[in-house]
């Protein structure tokens, strides 16, 4: 093989990543295209990330979160794991309904990430960030960050 050339990398320029990202400027799983994005590095330090969902999906988006961020999770109830971490101070809990205490928990947010398993209520968790200047990470699908 001469030098500075790859096998796996197609000769014809057109490299695209396999799996949901996108094919032809649109996301595979039906999601938003993706060709605006810009894949950029946060400095999260001493900043407020709100999870919405107390589930296996909020957990692993806490578990995420929590190594660069203050994480609040919001929800009735919270797995075993979410309630570790907050033993252990990596995350707060916060026992609220939704979506009638999502705007208190908001206040200072820098990104909401709504992971209830309501695709309802996490587009309404999704407006009521909009509304307040709260970045929004989806989990359903393509958000701001």
Known sequence: MPEGSRRDIPKSGDIR??????REGVQEDGGKDLKSHLPLLLDLSGRKV???GGGAVGE???????????VT???????PGLHKMAEEGAVELGEVGLPSGAED?????FIAIPATSSQTLNADLEVKAAEMGVLVNRV????EV
């Open 17 to 22: 990543l396999p799996g949901p990202i996108q």
């Open 50 to 52: 709100v999870i919405f």
């Open 60 to 70: 692993r988006k806490a578990r995420l979160f929590s190594q660069y961020a203050r």
């Open 73 to 79: 999770v919001a929800s009735l109830e919270f797995t």
């Open 105 to 109: 928990l908001l206040r200072d947010a």
């Open 140 to 143: 359903d699908g393509v958000g």
